[in-house]
C-alpha cells in the first residue's frame, strides 16, 4: 500500500480522529491476525465476530490505528465512523485517486473468477498486474483489494460480485473502471433481482463510473449482453463464437488431458493456442483476454503464453484424476447458466459420467421450476447419473427422471457416496458454496487415492 496518512484517511471518510493527524499507514485490514507494524486495524461487526473486541492486542502487534464505531479503551490512534465498512468504501475510493494505472473491471452471473485469471494471466506476460484474491469481489472485498495496491503496479484487475440492485453502484464508485468486462447474464440472484432484465439493470451499473474514454468487452453471444449496443458514446466491443462478435474464437478439438485447441481471430492476427481447461466457456475467457491485451499493444506470443500459462482456482472447474476416476471440482458455486456449462463439459468425457448437483441459492420465486429444468438439462446431455443432493434439488432429481439417487443432506450422500461411484467414472461435483460440497470431493478423494 502507497503510505497514506490519518489526516488523509480520517478526511476520506468523514471520520472523528483521536491521536496524531502525521501518522502514517502502510496498510489497512480487518483480519486481526494480518496486523503489522503500520497497520490501521477497521473494526466490523460481524454476525458472529465483533472486531471491536481485538483492538487492544492489534495496538500491541504494532498496529498504528483502529477504524471504530465506538471509542476504544486504548492509548492507540483511532477514528471514529458511523459505519467501519462504509468508511472504508470512502477511504478505498480516495485511494484510487492516487493510481493513474489502468483499472479493468470484471463482473457476470458466470466465470468472474476464471475471466480474471485468464485476463490476469496474460497481462502480466507484458505488464505488472493487481488482481482480486480468492472472492473478494463484494463490498468489503473489493476495498480490501484496492488497499494492496503498490506503486509497481501498471493494471489493477477488479472482481465486482453483487446479489441486489445498487451493490454494482457502489463497488463501481471504489473501481472507477477504465475497461468493464461482462462475461454473461444468468440465473442467479433472482430473489433481489427477479428475472434476467434485473440481472442485466444490476450488472451494467458498472458503466455509470467508466472513464469517458474507457472500453466495454461483453461476451455477444449473451442475448442479453448484445442487446448493450453502446454507453454514453462508447461502443460495445463484442467477443464470443457467433459470427457476430467483433472477437471471435474457434474450438479446434478437446483433448481431456491437455485442454481445448482453439483459433482466437483477433484484429493483428490468428492465434492458435490450447486453453488449458476442459469447459468451452474458457475459450471465450481467452478470447476476451485477448482481445484486451491486443487493445494495449501486446504481441501474439506474449498472448498466446499468457493464455496457455492459465491456472484454475480453488474448486472451480479443477480436473482431479485420481487412478481410476476424474472428478470435476466445480463445487465453489453454482446457478442453473453454471450447471448447464459443466455438465457440458462432463458430456465429453468417456466412460460413465455422474453428476453431484446441489441445492442452487437465491433463485427467487421460481427457484423449484429452475431446479426442474436444470434436471431435464442434465439427462438430455445423456448424462448416465444424476446424484441430487438437498432440500430444492428434490426438483432436480424429478426433472432428470429420477435417474440415479436423490440425497436430502450432504452427510447421506458423503455416507452413501463410495457405493455409487466406481472405476472409470468422471463425477461433476457442483452447488451453492453454502452446501459445502468440498466435503464430498475431499470424500472421494480420500476413498480412490
Given at each position: 500500500?502507497?503510505p497514506?496518512?490519518?489526516?488523509?484517511?480520517?478526511?476520506?471518510?468523514?471520520g472523528?480522529?483521536f491521536?496524531?493527524?502525521?501518522?502514517?499507514v502502510t496498510?489497512?485490514?480487518?483480519?486481526?491476525?494480518?496486523?503489522?507494524r503500520?497497520t490501521?486495524f477497521?473494526?466490523?461487526?460481524?454476525?458472529?465476530?465483533?472486531?471491536?473486541k481485538?483492538?487492544?492486542?492489534?495496538?500491541?502487534?504494532?498496529?498504528?490505528?483502529?477504524?471504530?464505531?465506538?471509542a476504544?479503551?486504548t492509548?492507540?490512534n483511532?477514528?471514529?465512523?458511523d459505519s467501519?465498512l462504509?468508511?472504508?468504501?470512502?477511504?478505498?475510493?480516495?485511494?484510487?485517486?492516487?493510481?493513474?494505472?489502468?483499472?479493468?473491471?470484471?463482473?457476470?452471473?458466470?466465470?468472474k473468477?476464471s475471466?480474471?485469471?485468464?485476463?490476469?494471466?496474460?497481462?502480466?506476460?507484458?505488464?505488472?498486474?493487481?488482481?482480486?484474491?480468492g472472492?473478494f469481489n463484494n463490498e468489503l472485498?473489493?476495498?480490501?483489494?484496492l488497499?494492496?495496491?503498490?506503486?509497481?503496479h501498471?493494471?489493477?484487475v477488479?472482481e465486482?460480485?453483487?446479489?441486489?440492485?445498487?451493490?454494482?453502484?457502489?463497488l463501481?464508485a471504489?473501481?472507477?473502471?477504465?475497461?468493464?468486462v461482462?462475461?454473461?447474464?444468468?440465473?442467479c440472484?433472482?430473489?433481489?433481482?427477479?428475472?434476467?432484465?434485473?440481472v442485466?439493470?444490476?450488472k451494467?451499473?458498472?458503466?455509470?463510473f467508466l472513464?469517458?474514454?474507457?472500453?466495454?468487452?461483453?461476451?455477444g453471444d449473451?442475448?442479453?449482453?448484445?442487446t448493450?449496443?453502446?454507453?454514453n458514446?462508447i461502443?460495445?466491443?463484442?467477443?464470443g463464437?457467433d459470427?457476430?462478435?467483433?472477437y471471435?474464437?474457434?474450438?479446434?478439438?478437446?483433448d481431456?488431458?491437455?485442454g481445448?485447441?482453439?483459433?482466437?481471430?483477433?484484429?493483428?492476427g490468428?492465434?492458435?493456442?490450447?486453453?488449458?481447461?476442459?469447459?468451452?466457456?474458457?475459450?471465450?475467457?481467452?478470447?476476451?483476454?485477448?482481445?484486451?491485451?491486443?487493445t494495449?499493444?501486446?504481441t501474439?506470443?506474449e498472448?498466446?503464453s499468457?493464455?496457455?500459462?492459465?491456472?484454475?482456482?480453488?474448486?472451480?472447474?479443477?480436473?482431479?484424476?485420481?487412478?481410476?476416476?476424474?472428478?470435476?471440482d466445480?463445487?465453489?458455486?453454482?446457478?442453473?447458466?453454471?450447471?448447464?456449462a459443466?455438465?457440458?463439459s462432463?458430456?465429453?468425457?468417456?466412460?460413465?459420467?455422474?453428476?453431484i448437483?446441489?441445492?442452487?441459492?437465491e433463485?427467487?420465486e421460481?427457484?423449484?421450476a429452475?431446479?426442474?429444468?436444470?434436471?431435464k438439462?442434465i439427462?438430455?446431455?445423456?448424462?448416465?447419473?444424476?446424484?441430487?443432493?438437498g432440500?430444492?434439488?428434490?426438483?432436480?432429481?424429478?426433472?432428470?427422471?429420477k435417474?440415479g439417487?436423490?440425497?436430502?443432506?450432504v452427510?447421506?450422500?458423503?455416507?452413501?457416496?463410495?457405493d455409487?461411484?466406481?472405476?472409470?467414472?468422471?463425477?461433476l461435483?457442483?452447488?451453492?458454496?453454502?452446501?459445502?460440497?468440498e466435503n464430498?470431493?475431499?470424500?472421494?478423494?480420500?476413498?480412490?487415492n
Amino acid at each position: 500500500m502507497k503510505p497514506i496518512t490519518l489526516k488523509e484517511i480520517a478526511k476520506s471518510c468523514n471520520g472523528q480522529l483521536f491521536g496524531d493527524e502525521n501518522t502514517v499507514v502502510t496498510s489497512i485490514v480487518t483480519d486481526s491476525r494480518q496486523v503489522e507494524r503500520g497497520t490501521m486495524f477497521a473494526a466490523i461487526k460481524g454476525e458472529r465476530v465483533d472486531g471491536h473486541k481485538f483492538i487492544a492486542s492489534c495496538c500491541e502487534n504494532g498496529a498504528v490505528c483502529a477504524l471504530v464505531e465506538n471509542a476504544p479503551d486504548t492509548d492507540c490512534n483511532y477514528i471514529i465512523v458511523d459505519s467501519t465498512l462504509d468508511a472504508l468504501k470512502k477511504i478505498a475510493e480516495y485511494y484510487r485517486t492516487k493510481f493513474s494505472i489502468l483499472f479493468i473491471g470484471i463482473t457476470g452471473s458466470v466465470g468472474k473468477t476464471s475471466t480474471k485469471e485468464m485476463i490476469s494471466s496474460v497481462l502480466s506476460k507484458k505488464f505488472c498486474v493487481h488482481k482480486t484474491q480468492g472472492n473478494f469481489n463484494n463490498e468489503l472485498g473489493v476495498p480490501l483489494t484496492l488497499f494492496k495496491l503498490e506503486e509497481k503496479h501498471e493494471i489493477a484487475v477488479i472482481e465486482m460480485g453483487i446479489s441486489d440492485f445498487c451493490e454494482m453502484t457502489r463497488l463501481s464508485a471504489m473501481v472507477k473502471p477504465d475497461i468493464s468486462v461482462i462475461t454473461n447474464i444468468g440465473y442467479c440472484h433472482l430473489e433481489n433481482l427477479i428475472d434476467l432484465d434485473g440481472v442485466l439493470k444490476a450488472k451494467t451499473e458498472m458503466l455509470e463510473f467508466l472513464s469517458d474514454d474507457g472500453k466495454m468487452f461483453f461476451c455477444g453471444d449473451d442475448e442479453k449482453l448484445f442487446t448493450v449496443k453502446e454507453h454514453n458514446g462508447i461502443k460495445t466491443i463484442f467477443y464470443g463464437f457467433d459470427d457476430r462478435n467483433e472477437y471471435k474464437a474457434e474450438i479446434i478439438n478437446t483433448d481431456l488431458e491437455k485442454g481445448i485447441d482453439c483459433k482466437l481471430y483477433l484484429k493483428s492476427g490468428v492465434i492458435n493456442a490450447t486453453v488449458p481447461s476442459v469447459e468451452s466457456h474458457m475459450v471465450s475467457n481467452a478470447l476476451c483476454a485477448a482481445a484486451i491485451g491486443e487493445t494495449l499493444n501486446m504481441t501474439l506470443s506474449e498472448i498466446k503464453s499468457g493464455i496457455e500459462s492459465y491456472k484454475t482456482v480453488g474448486s472451480r472447474s479443477n480436473v482431479i484424476r485420481k487412478n481410476d476416476i476424474t472428478i470435476i471440482d466445480d463445487c465453489y458455486n453454482a446457478n442453473p447458466t453454471s450447471v448447464r456449462a459443466s455438465v457440458n463439459s462432463l458430456s465429453k468425457f468417456n466412460g460413465r459420467k455422474v453428476a453431484i448437483i446441489g441445492d442452487m441459492n437465491e433463485l427467487g420465486e421460481n427457484e423449484n421450476a429452475l431446479h426442474f429444468h436444470t434436471g431435464k438439462y442434465i439427462i438430455d446431455k445423456n448424462i448416465d447419473m444424476v446424484i441430487a443432493v438437498g432440500t430444492l434439488s428434490k426438483n432436480l432429481f424429478d426433472g432428470a427422471d429420477k435417474k440415479g439417487y436423490y440425497f436430502k443432506t450432504v452427510e447421506e450422500c458423503i455416507e452413501k457416496i463410495t457405493d455409487i461411484v466406481k472405476n472409470g467414472d468422471t463425477v461433476l461435483v457442483k452447488a451453492s458454496h453454502s452446501m459445502h460440497f468440498e466435503n464430498i470431493v475431499e470424500k472421494l478423494n480420500t476413498h480412490f487415492n
